[in-house]
């Protein structure tokens, strides 16, 4: 993954969006956040989320996690792989079918 100041972010952000990886972002030292790149459906999806009903699933999610105890590290990106793989048949079983 690649990394940029949160100065390199201000001066250099479209070139940073540019980018087909992700950039983790740095302020003195510490990563504070990751630029993820998304394609175009996935943008029109969020985007068509009313911001009030994108803060209701965060609380909604924000409280689970604090009933539940949420998932480790680990399970977390094992169901990130689940899903990319999943995804990834999807795709190519679509495509076949073309």
């Avoid at 001066?11 to 980018?19: A, I, P």
């Avoid at 990563?31 to 911001?51: E, F, G, Q, Y």
């Avoid at 009903?53 to 977390?76: N, Q, V, Y």
Wanted: hydrophobic residues 35%; positive net charge.
């Amino acid at each position: 993954m690649k990394t940029a100041t949160t100065s390199t972010v201000r001066t250099q952000l479209t070139r940073l969006l540019e980018q087909s990886e992700p950039v983790a972002v740095t302020h003195r030292g510490q990563t504070r956040a990751i630029l993820l790149p998304v394609d175009s459906k996935t943008a029109a999806r969020i985007n068509r989320k009313k911001p009030r009903k994108l803060m209701e699933l965060l609380i909604e999610a924000d409280e689970r996690i604090t009933r539940t105890g949420g998932l480790t590290h680990e399970e977390f990106w094992r169901a990130v792989e689940k899903d990319a793989t999943k995804t990834a048949k999807a795709t190519k079983h679509a495509q076949r079918s073309r």
